[in-house]
């Protein structure tokens, strides 16, 4: 570990921080808590860009650190960019994508400890407490080009450079995913 360094900490969750999980542009951190929430954030800068609830109205800090059947547990982006996967104690995986705050859809699972998109986005497995792994099958979508292109300049770009671009302020929040 002697060449490794750390560069910043992340906080924000009222519990155990149990699953992270990066875009593939790396500009995005989805991090999954006991805390009932799902949270994405910048990490060049640490701030929370969005909250995935799993539980509806959230629990206050106080209540957040306590048992409830809404544990998340694990959390996937997509090969896209677009889509993530959260697995919770509800018996129930969700599947959000990054520019809408509530599930496009939600399937039932048993005991989910894990879940992961193949490398193509076509599937998502996730893992069990019983020691079996489900399939799912995901929609093909093709991302836009303006996405497309985001996620280009955001793999060698990270946020402060892409802040100092001489370009209208709309752009800037969409490059650094505030839109």
Sequence with gaps: MDKYTMIRKLEGHYHDVVACDFSPDGALLATASYDTRV????????????????????????????????????????????????????????????????????????NGLCCAFSTDGSVLAAGTQDGSVYFWATPKQVPSLQHLCRMSIRRVMPTQEVQ???IPSKVLEYLSYRI
């Design 39 to 110: 949270y994405i954030w910048d990490p060049h800068n640490g701030d929370i860009l969005m909250e995935l609830g799993h539980l509806f109205p959230p629990p206050t800090p106080i209540f957040a650190g306590g048992a409830n059947d809404r544990w998340v547990r694990s959390v996937s982006f997509s090969h896209d960019g677009l889509h993530i996967a959260s697995l919770a104690d509800d018996k129930m995986v969700r599947f959000w994508r990054i520019d809408e705050d509530c599930p496009v859809h939600v399937a039932s699972l048993n």
């Design 164 to 166: 100092e671009l001489p």
